[in-house]
């Protein structure tokens, strides 16, 4: 299985739009996964929900939809503005997806509450906490909602050499929405570096992020 991980796309449509071309969900054996946050600084009419929704429904089982804080700033706000589908489907979306290595979410979740995280955290914090962990945890933790440059000075993945990666890549600045690839045939973290031809075309290199040790399929 590999695994795509994306957050805070913030109404980038052309950035968007980009880094999904680097995700075959023609493959069964894709996933992608969306963290949260896709509006607010850029394309902002509802119909972007719609966009994101369609995909989902496009690839039923391969596109994972988290719910970010400015998704439920909006619908405290503007849900009128939505058909009564695209509300219910955005009320609805979960607050974090699970598998047996990872735990992808907007925000973070409540560390220091080990293996009773899932308890511990009200709704709230899963989309809003601040700020930022690091280190260690039991689980790989991918996460956006704090922009990398913060950490690295760089709007890119960012590792922070333990249990935790960070996508959010400024978008609405940087023009460009980071990728994390997962492959769980070789526990290997990679990501992808665009650079524009002449032609003004846009190709991606991929890099690693964190090589792990070939492993057994685990979901």
Not at 93 to 105: A, C, G, N, Q
Not at 132 to 141: L, T, Y
Request: proline fraction near 4%; charged fraction near 25%; include cysteine.
């Amino acid at each position: 299985m590999i695994i795509y991980a994306m957050s805070d796309i913030h109404g980038q449509e052309r950035a968007f739009e980009e880094a999904l071309s680097l995700v075959d969900l023609a493959d069964p054996e894709v996933m992608l996964v969306l963290c949260g946050d896709y509006i607010d600084h850029g394309w902002e009419h509802p119909e972007w929900f719609d966009r994101i929704r369609r995909l989902q429904e496009m690839h039923p089982g391969q596109v994972v939809v988290l719910k970010g804080n400015h998704e439920d700033a909006y619908l405290e706000s503007f849900a009128g503005t939505l058909s009564r589908e695209t509300r219910r489907w955005l009320r609805d979306l979960p607050l974090f997806y699970e598998t047996e290595r990872h735990i992808f979410v907007h925000a973070g979740i409540e560390e220091d509450a080990g293996d009773l995280w899932r308890v511990a955290c009200e709704d709230w914090f899963f989309h809003s906490k601040i700020p930022a962990s690091f280190g260690p945890f039991f689980k790989d933790i991918i996460a956006g909602h704090v922009g990398t440059y913060r950490f690295c000075g760089e709007n890119r993945v960012y590792w922070d050499g333990e249990a935790h990666f960070y996508l959010d890549g400024s978008t609405e600045t940087s023009g460009v929405v980071p990728v994390l690839k997962y492959d769980s045939a070789t526990n290997r973290y990679t990501t992808f570096t665009p650079e524009t031809t002449s032609d003004g075309t846009t190709t991606w290199t991929e890099d690693i992020v964190h090589a792990g040790r070939p492993t057994e399929e685990s979901f």
